[in-house]
């Protein structure tokens, strides 16, 4: 059974950076066609998507957030990593691992798996 | 940027049908999913690729999308189906969630 886990700090001070790790076990990152992301859920509202990779490093990421959030992959660790900058307020969310779908066409994308989360406060 | 707009809340009786819009912009050019998530926990993909049911996923869920709305549909509502619910497209290289809808079941 495929389980993703995120791990990280719940509290990180404006203008630092945040570092979270999604551990995948119960399968390899490299096993499949999948791709690997984070989505974020703000408190009582709604989710964004920030960005995917793939194991061999090819990604797709949201550009309303592109410019200082970063997710990378660490396939001996079978890990993802998401990197947010310049933190500020509005980005206390519970952020969350997923695996990202994709159909043959390649017009299809969905998120099937998703790991329980990670509640992080920005504040001083 | 694409966006996606649902209602804000729908109330539904208990086995009665609960119908759930989603609107954008030739939204049936696109495939559509479906998350359902219940306080306090992580969503749960119940529709994708339009109309495809997940395993795991109940009969009771069902999806369509054309024009420029996506519906998903729960027939026979449920007590258990109270939640909020977002919809999901892929817009040239980027995942655009809808604005969630909250299903109360009463």
């Known amino acids: 059974q495929l389980k993703l886990q995120e791990s990280g700090p719940g509290l990180v001070r404006p203008s630092e950076t945040l570092s979270l790790t999604c551990n995948v076990s119960?399968?390899?990152?490299?096993?499949?066609?999948?791709?690997w992301g984070w989505i974020r859920q703000p408190p009582g509202k709604g989710l964004e998507w920030i960005g995917s990779?793939?194991?061999?490093?090819?990604?797709y990421h949201n550009p309303s957030v592109q410019s200082r959030m970063t997710v990378s992959v660490d396939t001996s660790k079978n890990q993802i990593s998401l990197k947010v900058t310049s933190v500020t307020a509005e980005d206390t969310a519970v952020f969350r691992c997923?695996?990202?779908?994709?159909?043959?066409?390649?017009?299809?994308?969905?998120?099937?798996?998703w790991g329980r989360g990670i509640p992080v406060t920005v504040a001083s | 940027s694409y966006e996606l707009t649902q209602p804000l809340s729908v109330s539904v009786s208990p086995g009665q049908t609960a119908s759930i819009t989603c609107s954008g912009d030739?939204?049936?050019?696109?495939?559509v999913s479906w998350y359902q998530q219940k306080a306090g926990q992580s969503p749960v993909l119940v529709i994708y690729?339009?109309?495809v049911r997940p395993s795991g996923s109940p009969e009771r869920f069902s999806g369509s999308n054309s024009g420029n709305t996506a519906t998903l549909t729960i027939s026979g509502t449920q007590t258990m189906d109270e939640a909020d619910y977002y919809c999901?497209?892929?817009?040239?290289?980027?995942?655009?969630f809808g604005t969630g809808t909250r299903v109360t079941v009463l």
């Open positions: 030739r939204l049936g050019h696109k495939y």
């Open positions: 990779i793939y194991y061999s490093g090819s990604t």
């Open positions: 999901q497209a892929w817009d040239r290289t980027t995942a655009v």
């Open positions: 690729q339009d109309t």
């Open positions: 997923v695996r990202h779908k994709i159909s043959a066409s390649g017009t299809g994308h969905w998120f099937d798996l």
């Open positions: 119960g399968g390899s990152i490299t096993d499949t066609y999948d791709y």
